[in-house]
């Protein structure tokens, strides 16, 4: 296991990305996130949900999802150190990149990685390739998408809220309470590839919004197509979407939002 971990941290694949090359990855980083945050204010600027609102509650929710992000994105590439589930799906990412075979087994385009011995999800290191295909492999490639995911993840949560017309302090506290927590900032640094559950979770917060709200067929197999993908990346969870989905069911069924067909 250890000679896995060294050739994923500091073999071939690792030294492609230089000093300045990891700098350059760094600062589109960087102007990626700070132009997806300025374009997401001006769209919800537009909407009547926001703009409509106390001038504290828009000044309080831009520091907010501002802060947020800045939590996600500060040193991300350094903190922590490299896992060695980490190690292994951004070898594997590079593989996926290179040839389309899992980098352990060899095995062309395969649906699951073999990582282990137990199995590794697929969907991380396939989402991460493209990007490790452009700008090579290093930590701050690799981890890019999990952030990414974590802060569109709170801007999906925010949309929805504002649609469903939450009073402002519940608003405001909620998404405090998910864009601040330790947890979910740690998650969306670390790209471990179960750490897609957590994100993938606050989407499902956001479409079950949108549905109730909307009453859309749409959002409910957004919704559903979201809790599968969540129960592909992270095994470890299928007890808590079993009795989740129970009770997600039941409820829908209880408030006439969905029929037994």
Known sequence: MGVKFVAAATGPAAREAGPKKGLLSMLVVTLTLAVLYVIFLVVIARRPAFYQRPRWFKVTLALLLLVAIIARLYRYNAAMGIDY???MGGLNAWSLAKWGIDYFTLASHPVYLYAWWSGMNLLYPLIASPLVKFFGLSI????FPMVLLGVLSLFCLTVAMLKGRWKDWRLVLVLAALALSPGMINTSRWAVESNLFPALLTMVMATLLWWVTTKRARYFYLTNLLLVLGAYTYANNW???????LGFWLIAWRRHLVGVR
């Open 140 to 143: 701050t490639v690799y981890r």
């Open 239 to 245: 007890l808590f979407l079993a009795t989740f989905i």
């Open 85 to 87: 589930d980490e190690a």
